[in-house]
């Protein structure tokens, strides 16, 4: 079956890095656009970034522009997301899925998701 195992998160202060991975099985991942989302805390899930299969489409949410980069390893079956200059307003939970910046209301089935607090 489809899986998805997001990990990386953690507690960073402002300022700080982190960088995401999403290890995905059950499914062809190196021909599947690929979405960043997060959902934070009593707010609605959001896309965050997708990526295309071959690397050469990218969209990132304006929020997140000019700080996060994705990426994948279609070799591993990995995609990543490298988060920079985080700020409180990241703190969410992070999850991964296919799809090309699909709306989450659209998304039938996720992972754990991984945790990400920016705070000092």
């Known amino acids: 079956q489809v899986q998805f195992v997001e990990s990386g998160g953690g507690l960073v202060q402002p300022g700080g890095s982190l960088t995401l991975s999403c290890t995905a099985s059950?499914?062809?991942?190196?021909?599947?656009?690929m979405t960043w989302y997060r959902q934070a805390p009593g707010k609605e899930r959001e896309s965050v970034a997708a990526?295309?299969?071959?690397?050469?489409?990218?969209t990132v949410a304006n929020s997140v522009s000019g700080r996060f980069t994705i990426s994948r390893a279609n070799e591993k079956n990995v995609l990543y997301l490298q988060m920079r200059y985080l700020k409180p307003e990241d703190t969410a939970v992070y999850y991964c899925?296919?799809?090309?910046?699909?709306?989450?209301?659209?998304?039938?089935?996720w992972g754990q998701g991984t945790q990400v607090t920016v705070s000092s």
């Open positions: 990526l295309s299969s071959t690397g050469d489409s990218i």
């Open positions: 899925n296919r799809g090309y910046y699909r709306s989450p209301k659209n998304v039938d089935s």
């Open positions: 059950g499914f062809t991942f190196s021909t599947s656009p």
